[in-house]
């Protein structure tokens, strides 16, 4: 499984970016997808999840408390590719966005619950 990310860039505090991951190669029907972040000197931490399950058409998704309501997470299962609309940003957003990918439900914090990671993409937020 490879996974690309995009999306990210330079906004202003106040603005928008939408992330995008795309997986290829073999992935299975029940998978979770989901976003980590890291800031200079600190770990890499959770930002959001969501799974999915193919045959029960089910998903659920999962964020941080410091994003939970200006982050949407989604993925759109035909191309294989999640999303993350980051609104209302802050400066303490800013950080290198990571996605990843765990062959494993539920959502989980832990980075060492997914197996396969993006190379991670910038996202800087000025005051």
């Known amino acids: 499984v490879q996974l690309q990310a995009s999306g990210g860039g330079l906004v202003q505090a106040g603005g928008s970016l939408r992330l995008s991951c795309a997986a290829s190669g073999r992935t299975s029907s029940t998978y979770v997808m989901a976003w980590f972040r890291q800031a200079p000197g600190e770990e890499r931490t959770f930002v959001a999840g969501i799974s999915w399950d193919l045959y029960r058409q089910y998903s659920k998704s999962q964020y941080s408390d410091s994003v939970k309501g200006r982050f949407t997470i989604s993925r759109d299962n035909a191309k294989n590719t999640m999303y993350l609309q980051m609104n209302s940003l802050k400066p303490e957003d800013t950080a290198l966005y990571s996605c990843?990918?765990?062959?494993?439900?539920?959502?989980?914090?832990?980075?060492?619950?997914?197996?396969?990671w993006g190379q991670g993409t910038q996202v800087t937020v000025s005051s």
């Open positions: 990843a990918l765990s062959t494993s439900p539920p959502v989980s914090t832990l980075r060492d619950r997914y197996r396969y």
